[in-house]
Protein backbone atom coordinates (compact mmCIF):
# COMPACT_ATOMS: atom_id res chain seq x y z
CA UNK A 1 0.00 0.00 0.00
CA UNK A 2 1.44 3.88 -0.39
CA UNK A 3 2.53 5.27 2.34
CA UNK A 4 1.93 8.95 2.36
CA UNK A 5 3.66 10.82 5.65
CA UNK A 6 3.35 15.11 6.36
CA UNK A 7 6.12 17.43 8.06
CA UNK A 8 6.22 20.77 8.47
CA UNK A 9 3.60 21.35 10.70
CA UNK A 10 4.17 24.09 13.42
CA UNK A 11 3.14 27.41 14.88
CA UNK A 12 3.35 30.41 13.24
CA UNK A 13 2.47 34.24 13.06
CA UNK A 14 -0.11 35.36 11.17
CA UNK A 15 1.84 36.69 8.11
CA UNK A 16 4.28 33.81 8.95
CA UNK A 17 5.51 31.55 6.89
CA UNK A 18 5.50 27.26 6.88
CA UNK A 19 6.50 24.54 4.55
CA UNK A 20 4.44 21.64 4.31
CA UNK A 21 6.30 18.50 2.69
CA UNK A 22 4.32 14.99 1.94
CA UNK A 23 6.63 11.81 1.25
CA UNK A 24 5.42 8.94 -0.42
CA UNK A 25 6.45 5.28 0.06
CA UNK A 26 6.72 4.92 -4.10
CA UNK A 27 7.00 7.41 -7.16
CA UNK A 28 4.86 9.83 -7.18
CA UNK A 29 5.12 9.91 -11.07
CA UNK A 30 2.21 6.99 -10.33
CA UNK A 31 -0.14 9.56 -9.56
CA UNK A 32 -1.59 11.97 -11.75
CA UNK A 33 -2.79 14.38 -8.98
CA UNK A 34 -1.78 15.24 -6.23
CA UNK A 35 -3.19 17.62 -3.49
CA UNK A 36 -3.30 18.90 -0.26
CA UNK A 37 -6.58 18.96 2.09
CA UNK A 38 -7.00 20.53 5.46
CA UNK A 39 -9.69 19.92 8.45
CA UNK A 40 -10.67 21.80 11.43
CA UNK A 41 -11.70 19.94 14.21
CA UNK A 42 -16.04 19.61 13.86
CA UNK A 43 -15.52 20.78 10.13
CA UNK A 44 -15.44 18.58 6.82
CA UNK A 45 -11.93 18.35 5.29
CA UNK A 46 -11.74 20.43 2.28
CA UNK A 47 -9.01 21.01 -1.02
CA UNK A 48 -6.55 23.52 -0.69
CA UNK A 49 -4.20 22.74 -3.82
CA UNK A 50 -3.37 20.05 -6.02
CA UNK A 51 -0.69 19.50 -8.87
CA UNK A 52 -1.22 17.24 -12.08
CA UNK A 53 1.30 15.19 -13.88
CA UNK A 54 2.31 17.92 -15.77
CA UNK A 55 2.26 20.79 -13.47
CA UNK A 56 -0.80 22.00 -13.46
CA UNK A 57 -1.74 23.65 -10.25
CA UNK A 58 -5.33 24.50 -8.46
CA UNK A 59 -5.98 26.36 -5.61
CA UNK A 60 -8.87 27.00 -3.49
CA UNK A 61 -9.79 30.66 -3.51
CA UNK A 62 -9.06 31.30 0.12
CA UNK A 63 -5.13 30.50 -0.53
CA UNK A 64 -4.76 31.95 -3.91
CA UNK A 65 -1.41 34.21 -3.62
CA UNK A 66 -0.17 32.94 -0.21
CA UNK A 67 0.59 28.97 -1.14
CA UNK A 68 2.58 27.24 -3.60
CA UNK A 69 2.01 23.60 -4.28
CA UNK A 70 5.06 21.86 -6.08
CA UNK A 71 6.28 18.18 -6.65
CA UNK A 72 9.77 16.25 -6.94
CA UNK A 73 8.57 13.31 -8.34
CA UNK A 74 12.61 11.95 -8.27
CA UNK A 75 12.41 12.39 -4.18
CA UNK A 76 8.53 11.47 -4.17
CA UNK A 77 7.66 14.40 -1.93
CA UNK A 78 5.02 16.70 -2.51
CA UNK A 79 5.30 20.46 -0.82
CA UNK A 80 2.97 22.92 0.09
CA UNK A 81 5.24 26.72 0.69
CA UNK A 82 2.47 28.64 2.65
CA UNK A 83 2.80 32.30 3.17
CA UNK A 84 1.18 35.05 4.65
CA UNK A 85 -0.44 32.87 6.74
CA UNK A 86 -3.82 34.01 8.79
CA UNK A 87 -5.53 32.53 11.50
CA UNK A 88 -8.28 30.85 9.42
CA UNK A 89 -5.14 28.50 8.12
CA UNK A 90 -5.19 26.78 11.54
CA UNK A 91 -5.73 23.57 10.40
CA UNK A 92 -4.82 19.45 10.46
CA UNK A 93 -3.44 19.41 6.93
CA UNK A 94 -3.23 16.10 4.37
CA UNK A 95 -1.71 15.24 1.37
CA UNK A 96 -3.46 12.59 -0.99
CA UNK A 97 -3.50 11.08 -3.94
CA UNK A 98 -5.37 7.99 -5.56
CA UNK A 99 -4.64 5.36 -8.01
CA UNK A 100 -6.65 2.74 -10.20
CA UNK A 101 -5.51 -1.04 -10.07
CA UNK A 102 -5.46 -3.28 -13.01
CA UNK A 103 -9.54 -3.94 -12.04
CA UNK A 104 -10.72 -0.44 -12.15
CA UNK A 105 -11.30 -0.09 -8.70
CA UNK A 106 -9.83 3.31 -7.20
CA UNK A 107 -7.78 3.54 -4.19
CA UNK A 108 -7.62 7.10 -2.13
CA UNK A 109 -4.01 7.36 -0.20
CA UNK A 110 -3.91 9.39 2.76
CA UNK A 111 -1.03 10.66 5.16
CA UNK A 112 -1.43 11.46 8.52
CA UNK A 113 -1.61 14.65 8.83
CA UNK A 114 0.27 17.91 10.42
CA UNK A 115 -0.86 20.63 12.87
CA UNK A 116 -0.40 23.96 11.54
CA UNK A 117 -1.26 26.42 14.10
CA UNK A 118 -1.64 30.66 13.24
CA UNK A 119 -2.07 32.72 16.51
CA UNK A 120 -0.09 35.80 17.71
Known amino acids: QVQLVESGGGLAQPGGSLTLSCAAS????????IGWYRQVPGNQRVSVAT???????NYADSVKGRFTISRVNVKNTVYLQMNSLKPDDTAVYYC??????????????WGQGTQVTVSS
Open 26 to 33: ESLASFKT
Open 96 to 109: NTFSFGDDGRKSDY
Open 51 to 57: IGSSGST
